[in-house]
């Protein structure tokens, strides 16, 4: 029918005629290629940046999740911080610093001449003023789902409930500020370069209202503008403003006290599909993302694309549950360390530079041993363990999560089927219990339901503590075993002001925990981001510290 | 016609108790909860408690429940618990997105889907027939993420016509007045938005689009096969009608009501949120949100997001209905 054919005709034209005028906007005015920026040289340009989400709120003190981070980190500064791509010390905006003889008393002198966004000046009473915040926290702020990072390092509040590391702090004159701890810590420097202790313009704080929590007892909801509009630090770049699920944009800060950024503007955009992140870099709509998946590495290598690695800053294990036998008899637990074959599993389903762990701790991170008890794969040695054990009944539930893919553990099934082989050829018998991750998998994990799992860790901070501290200085239901021999060594080794000493300490430590076994950690992996040719300038960090400031389009 | 409107909208009061009551029970009822999805590999027992303390999960159901009307009574729809954004503003701020995407879906399912069905059937067993049937099962069975690989592989990467993500280039800066940015484009005079906009709802509009092109070209297809054996179009052809006039006064017109019931069902569907597609595309709209709030276990905002939808869905129904009574008055609404 001529009538119906004429849409069709007149729908096909006008689809051509816009894909043909098109194609000329795309590369035009606008810059998102690389390799056509804004001018010839280095300086300048915009650099748009694929992210999995939109941040949750622009306040490090409220939020622990890695795309806020990710933008707090170029808008704010901490006291000190991480060397680009390490995880040692270095200065930030205190200059120097020194402790008291008994470790409680630390003191920090100031970079002078620094000021906020807003204008304000950046001094010892705007540094005090932050830690009183984060410390007189009440109700839901001192929830682990808003300031993690605070009750990770100090613990408590000012309310006591808890106790705290954290005392006081004074303000001696503007580039001085004492921070008093009411014991000693050696953590508490690696702690500080947190994103979570950015030192935020008190006169923004106020003004917005950063602490306003309105709603009821059971429905609080957060009222301020700090964290969604008014995100006012010392930083390289300046918030230019944030339309949630369309994108956030950060200028560069022409103020800044130290080296200035080289971009005019980054541009967040975020992209929650895997795949479509990658189109979009190889469509030249954005110019770099984060959270690559191992498998496109090969090919957007391939295409001219750069890859970059993070050094290993995460740890991928089975755990064991000791309250669930036969998991509370060591031999059994050390015939399962023997049983996997990791390296096999590593080398098959791991990009390159994954490495097979030894330990609950990455070898970039002090503290870590080459004297642990080696475990490699010998499934003769775990069935002469097995048979020595006297266990009879070799039946293990081994959980996995059926629908996640983690830095660690991009695909959890495909290393529960290799280790669940490598257990039935020593005589095992696994019995699967799957579950979604966010419904019902951490759920069990967590209540001590599951025997044997698959988790891991990805480290906060550059301390042996946020690992092996966190898996088991404490006891836990999730390990189902009560080693006060483990967690005093643990306890010591947190405690103790020396670094030399604390090193010790903890390889020590490492060895207790790899002769008990509480679990099997197999694997350290490098996350990778992924960038068009020509962008110059990213140092990737162990713990995501990055900085936009010294990127270039080349 | 008034009267009738009026009391398909009261009886959305029970249809939405009865829903959010449901709902209430059931989302608390699945394995997890906002706690653990918050805090992933953090989560430790203690914590958990103290997130759910801090947001009252850990009190009895039903008590949980009064209090949420309570709330609901004074339009206090809560703060999403993972996004800490108040509900009913960011339901309204994505919609729009949404609705284009909708739009543009409806716009390309409609405008080919209904010569395409119109031509099967006048061509009834020719090839147009065929292909038109072959065509329609394929769309249908096409799973839309796949679809939207290939449309990005053929016509972005391959071709650089129309780009992947998002509604607009994101160096690209717009005045947000409606959020529908094809309004806002024309408001704000910038051709060169309004071009971006168009170019960004191609790819993800026929993504969405094949499904109901295919449904709405069976439709008419069958709708128009069973006019054109009706004994008045046999009466006017042989009065001497052209065979144009007829198509259009007594064929089409009449074969319109089934069309428009399945036009107005999937329009409703698509604004339940093109969750696929919406993720795909990147596209920022309310699919994307409701989809991540059932993941992440976020009571306020799946509780919110799926009364709002049940709302917009009632009314797109009644849309629906009205029409009928404008297309053939044979049909009172009473």
């Known amino acids: 029918m001529r009538q119906g054919k004429k849409w069709v005709a007149l729908a096909l034209v006008s689809a051509l005629a816009m894909a043909a005028c098109g194609s000329d906007d795309k590369d035009g005015s606008d810059t998102t290629s690389a390799s056509g920026g804004t001018t010839g040289g280095q300086a300048g340009g915009t650099l748009v940046f694929g992210t999995s989400s939109d941040p949750v709120v622009l306040d490090g003190a409220y939020v622990s999740d890695g795309e806020s981070l990710r933008v707090i980190d170029q808008l704010f500064e901490t006291l000190v911080t991480t060397v680009p791509g390490g995880t040692e010390i270095e200065p930030s905006l205190a200059k120097s610093w020194s402790a008291s003889d008994d470790g409680t008393v630390w003191t920090f002198d100031l970079q002078t001449g620094v000021k906020f966004h807003d204008d304000t000046d950046f001094n010892a009473a705007a540094v005090c003023f932050n830690f009183d915040r984060w410390y007189n926290f009440t109700g839901v702020a001192q929830s682990a789902a808003v300031s993690y990072y605070w009750s990770t390092v100090f613990g408590g509040f000012s309310d006591g409930a808890t106790p705290s590391l954290y005392k006081s702090c004074e303000a001696k004159d503007d580039a001085t500020a004492i921070i008093s701890l009411t014991a000693p810590s050696a953590a508490f420097l690696s702690g500080l370069a947190v994103s979570a202790f950015v030192i935020a313009s008190p006169d923004a704080l106020t003004k917005y209202e950063a602490d306003k929590v309105g709603g009821t007892d059971d429905a609080p909801t957060f009222d301020g503008t700090f964290g969604t509009e008014h995100p006012v630090g010392t930083g390289p770049f300046k918030f230019d403003g944030w339309t949630p699920g369309d994108k956030l944009t950060i200028v560069r800060n022409d103020g800044y006290w130290g080296t200035k950024a080289i971009l005019d503007k980054v541009i967040f955009k975020p992209i929650a599909d895997g795949p479509a992140r990658r189109t979009a870099l190889e469509t030249g709509e954005i110019q770099g993302y984060d959270l690559v998946d191992p498998a496109d590495v090969t090919a957007l290598a391939d295409g001219g694309y750069q890859i970059l690695k993070r050094p290993a800053f995460n740890v991928g294990y089975v755990g064991f549950n000791q309250a669930k036998p036969p998991l509370d008899n060591q031999k059994i637990r050390q015939a399962i360390a023997y049983a996997l074959n990791r390296q096999a599993l590593v080398t098959a389903k791991y990009p390159e530079g994954a490495e097979v762990a030894t330990q609950f701790q990455p070898p970039s991170l002090f503290g870590w041993s080459a004297d642990v008890p080696d475990y490699s794969y010998d499934p003769e040695k775990a069935k002469a363990l097995i048979a020595e054990s006297g266990v009879t009944d070799l039946t293990i539930e081994f959980y996995y999560p059926s629908d996640v893919s983690r830095p660690y553990m991009p695909d959890p099934t495909a290393n529960f089927e290799a280790f669940k082989a490598d257990l039935e050829a020593v005589g095992f018998t696994v019995v699967p219990k799957t579950a979604p991750w966010r419904s019902g998998y951490l759920d069990d994990v967590d209540a001590g339901n599951a025997q044997v799992y698959l988790l891991g860790w990805t480290g906060d901070y550059g301390d042996p503590d946020n690992f092996v501290g966190t898996f088991f200085r404490t006891p836990q239901v999730a390990w189902g075993f009560d080693n006060q021999e483990i967690f005093d060594a643990l306890t010591a080794a947190r405690d103790t002001a020396d670094v030399a000493e604390r090193t010790k300490l903890y390889e020590e430590a490492n060895k207790m925990i790899m002769e008990f076994v509480p679990g099997v950690p197999y694997v350290h992996t490098e996350p990778s981001l992924a960038f068009a040719p020509g962008i110059t300038g990213y140092t990737p960090s162990p713990v995501s510290l990055e900085s936009f400031a010294t990127v270039s389009l080349g | ?334």
Do not use: C
């Not at chain 2, 009064?66 to 999403?80: D, M």
């Not at chain 2, 940015?181 to 906009?197: E, R, Y």
């Not at chain 2, 109901?212 to 069958?222: E, G, K, N, S, W």
């Open chain 2, 1 to 334: 016609m008034f009267k009738f409107i009026v009391r398909r909208l009261l009886l959305l009061i029970p249809i939405l108790l009865g829903l959010s009551f449901l709902l209430f029970i059931w989302v608390r009822a699945l394995p997890g909860g906002p706690a653990t999805a918050l805090l992933g590999e953090r989560a430790t027992p203690e914590r958990v408690a103290q997130v759910n303390a801090a947001y009252g999960f850990d009190k009895p159901v039903l008590e949980q429940y009064f209090k949420y009307l309570g709330r609901v009574a004074r339009f206090e729809f809560g703060q999403s618990i993972t996004l800490r954004k108040d509900v009913t503003e960011e339901l309204l701020r994505r919609f729009p997105a949404t609705v284009e995407l909708a739009a543009a879906a409806m716009v390309f399912a409609v405008g080919l889907g209904i010569p395409l069905g119109f031509a099967a059937a006048k061509r009834e067993r020719s090839w147009v027939d065929s292909t038109a049937v072959v065509a329609s099962l394929a769309g249908v069975s096409i799973p839309v993420f796949f679809l939207a690989q290939i449309l990005k592989w053929i016509f972005a990467l391959k071709l650089n016509w129309f780009p992947t993500i998002g509604r607009l280039q994101p160096t690209r800066e717009l005045e947000h007045v409606t959020n529908f940015n094809l309004i806002d484009s024309v408001i704000a005079l910038d051709g060169g938005a309004w071009v971006d906009t168009v170019k960004h709802l191609v790819l993800p509009g026929i993504a969405l689009g094949t499904i109901p092109l295919a449904i709405i070209a069976r439709i008419t297809r069958a709708s128009v096969l069973e006019v054109l054996n009706e004994d008045y179009v046999r009466t006017a052809r042989a009065k001497g009608m052209s065979r144009r006039i007829v198509d259009r006064r007594h064929v089409l017109r009449n074969a319109l009501l089934p069309i428009v019931t399945v036009v107005g069902l999937q329009t409703g569907l698509l604004l339940s949120g093109a969750v696929l597609t919406e993720t795909v595309f990147a596209w920022g709209g309310i699919g994307q949100l409701l989809s991540g709030a059932v993941l992440d276990k976020d009571y306020p905002v799946i509780q919110g997001g799926v009364l709002f939808l049940a709302v917009v869905f009632v009314l797109v129904n009644l849309i629906v209905d009205v029409l009928y009574a404008v297309i053939d008055p044979r049909i009172r609404v009473r």
